[in-house]
């Protein structure tokens, strides 16, 4: 049973282009959660989406930031635009339902140059 | 809304002694509580939670953590570290009422020495 696939692992991106970034989730779960890791912080929740919906998007910057989840596929994060200000470890959980824990991929590390 | 403290951001110890790692939380509703570990360019993975029942928790790797209401509390201890317990750790809080929607604090990164 494979857990939570983050691809890729490392991105790097010049100022202004577009980062994707995926993630699939466990097998059975159909909740997904983004969370945004600063450099020397801790993690910052992001969006949380379940097939085909954004149930809650509350720590999602306003601009450039999108994500989906639809039902064939895995979830993306998009960032359209880059800044170096998005450099980040970016890190995808996901969860059979919503009181049941959610387990953490390996992340994907952007770097903005 | 809930937020978490954890008052060090680095804690140097050598091997084989105790560590604490203090986690402290504030919140609205009622929470339950976790410690994720995070090693060197690694995902998270988790050490131990609270969800209701025993306020002492154990949890993988020799590690217990103690939930205290009154203080609001969930502090992590290993009563012997080893050099592999070095990593960044997490303490989380998550609210009971719905979502699984964490609040992370800024994490510890525990540095065992030799």
Redesign the interface.
Known sequence: NAG?MQNPRHLVRRRGQEARLRCSPMKGHS?V?W?RQLPE?????MV?LQKENI??ESGMPKERFSAEFPKEGPSILRIQQVVRGDSAAY?C?S?RD??????????T?LTVV | AQS?T?LDSQVPVFEEAPVELRCNYSSSVSVYLFW?VQYP??????LL?YLSGSTLVKGINGFEAEFNKSQTSFHLRKPSVHISDTAEY?C?VLPGN??????????TRLMVKP
């Open positions: 939570v909740h959660y969370y912080e801790g993690l910052k929740f949380y149930i809650d890190f959980a969860s919503s009181y049941t824990e959610a387990f953490f991929g390996q992340g590390r | 978490v954890q994720y360019n690694q995902g998270l993975q988790l939670k997490f989380a719905a979502g699984n929607m964490l609040t992370f604090g800024g994490g």
